[in-house]
């Protein structure tokens, strides 16, 4: 409407031009926070993805999405507040202790809106004209612009109010101390007030946020079961998290390999008493490197890298997944030797021939032509097994292997607990189930031995015939009749084995709990 008035050559009134000038202080902050936030998410992004996979084993979309958003409105809420910046550092325009910057008086808006508005309690008309008053805008600024952290602060984060209004206090005392520090020192002196309305109107706005926070659980599944139906045992493990994976392990790959290089090229010198081929030692120690890093060191760690564990994947094998070993040294060689010494070792080998052989510029184009085509085939086909529903690379195909989501640590591994559909641990009372189910079998057990036992017993008093043999079966039978105690002993023995065992799986149960 205004952009219409403008064109017809009509001029704003003072009213308009000052509403005008209030929007476009809220809108420009607005905008640069917009502006800013797809730069600021994508560096966050590589550290929001380790964090999910370490706390949750994979990345569930609608809390993405949730903290995200947390992000935008964070960035958005800082900006309404130090924007816009004075355009000189040095912005001092009078002189004045620190005290002469705020405004400790509570409640002096109320008076502040009665001074600046005609504002009359029976009057409608009065009502329309305060939505247009600087005073009473401010007011209501400050009360919404805090309302979304009340929401994020229940709905997800889980507080209650009173932890709720102390987090609202202290973020709206970090904005006040920001604007009457000038950016903590950056400007000469403040160029807003520190106002302890401001307090109170931006803890007010988050105890509304936590009132109305309610209204999400009817929309959204509550933040604390967005897991609950989710298998880890059946989450594939998709590109990017393999990239950050790889990323750190090549990182990792790359120290080694320089430590290995510097030993092998220090020793070859002082062998030979010159100074020897560079490119050859650093292909040497590149492929030590690998067979330590990724053969030696997965086998000793069930399967884990560095990048591995701190993306909480591992590797199997698939003939070995019902199994306590259920990756080998065999199956890992096989893996990254079609990878390493295939893929890369074959390109980084044509690199060498290229740069260091003896040949013609046609065989160099040739070499290096032949390289980008490996390379392209191998990105098509890293693409379309990703797009596929396994996920799984040619060289994990002929090895066997894979990359699988791990759901439980390494000393719970070693236990074997059984574990349900959500790759979650065993209750206690299925642990003290199976406990049982234990004790009948060995009862079972001990009933059959003592029924063979009698059968034996009386197999030897028909065959006997004189009393020598019949007092030696006498006492065989005094003998065979202590076996059932014999058994007894040993059954209560073991009984005593399995309720140590029970303390222990059950110790096992309460730390992995605690880890969670």
């Not at 009502?127 to 309302?147: D, G, H, K, P, T």
């Not at 990756?327 to 390493?340: E, M, N, Q, V």
């Not at 980008?372 to 066997?400: P, Q």
Request: aromatic share 12%.
């Amino acid at each position: 409407m205004l952009l219409w008035r403008k064109e017809l050559g009509s001029e704003l009134n003072d009213e308009e031009r000052r509403l005008t000038s209030n929007m476009n202080d809220y809108l420009f902050p607005i905008k640069q926070a917009f502006f800013t936030f797809p730069f600021l998410a994508f560096a966050l992004t590589i550290p929001f993805l380790i964090v999910q996979y370490r706390k949750y084993g994979y990345v569930n979309k609608l809390r993405a999405v949730i903290l995200y958003s947390l992000l935008l409105y964070s960035i958005t809420a800082y900006y309404l507040v130090i924007l816009p910046l004075p355009k000189v550092i040095d912005n001092c325009t009078g002189y004045g202790s620190i005290w002469s910057y705020m405004q400790l008086q509570p409640f002096s808006f109320v008076s502040d809106i009665a001074r600046e508005t005609n504002f009359a309690w029976n009057s409608m008309s009065s009502y329309v004209a305060l939505l247009q008053e600087r005073s009473f805008l401010q007011v209501i600024f400050n009360v919404v612009l805090m309302i979304p952290l009340g929401i994020f602060l229940r709905y997800y984060f889980r507080f209650r109010l009173i932890g709720t209004a102390f987090i609202a206090f202290l973020v709206s005392l970090f904005y006040e101390t920001t604007q009457v520090t000038g950016l903590y020192g950056f400007y000469s002196c403040p160029y807003r007030l520190f106002d302890v309305d401001d307090l109170i109107l931006n803890t007010s706005g988050v105890i509304i946020g936590f009132i109305v926070a309610p209204i999400l659980n009817y929309l959204l599944p509550r933040s604390d079961k967005l897991d609950e139906k989710v298998n880890l045992n059946e989450v594939k493990v998709g590109l990017i998290r393999r990239g950050i994976s790889f990323a750190i392990d090549m990182f990792v790959l790359m120290i080694v390999s320089s430590v290995i290089y510097i030993i092998l090229y220090g020793s070859g010198s002082i062998a030979l008493g010159t100074t020897p081929d560079s490119a050859s030692f650093w292909m040497i120690a590149s492929g030590i490197a690998v067979l330590i890093y990724f053969v030696a060191f997965p086998a000793m760690f069930g399967g884990r890298t560095l990048g591995k564990w701190i993306t909480r994947i591992h590797i199997v094998e698939d003939n070995k997944r019902d199994t306590k070993g259920f990756i080998s040294w065999k199956g890992l060689l096989k893996r990254y030797a079609l990878l390493y010494f295939g893929i890369f070792g074959t390109i980084r080998l044509l690199v060498f021939i290229s740069d260091y052989g003896d040949i013609p510029i046609e065989a160099v184009v040739g070499i290096r032509i032949i390289i980008f085509m490996v390379v392209l085939v191998f990105a098509v086909h890293i693409v379309w097994s990703m797009l596929k529903g396994d996920k799984l690379l040619f060289y994990e195909r002929i090895s066997g292997t894979r990359n699988v989501v791990t759901t439980v640590s390494k000393s719970e591994e070693q236990v074997e607990l059984p574990t349900s559909d959500a790759g979650i641990i065993p209750s206690e009372d299925t642990i003290a189930s199976l406990i049982e189910a234990e004790r009948n079998n060995q009862s079972k057990q001990q009933e059959r031995t003592e029924k063979h036992q009698r059968v034996d017993n009386r197999s030897e008093n028909l065959h006997t015939k004189d009393v020598q043999t019949e007092a030696a079966v006498d006492d065989n039978s005094h003998f065979n009749h202590s076996v059932p105690e014999l058994h007894e002993r040993e059954s209560n023995d073991q009984s005593k084995q399995v309720d140590i065992e029970l303390e222990k799986l059950k110790k096992k149960l309460a730390q992995a709990k605690k880890d969670e």
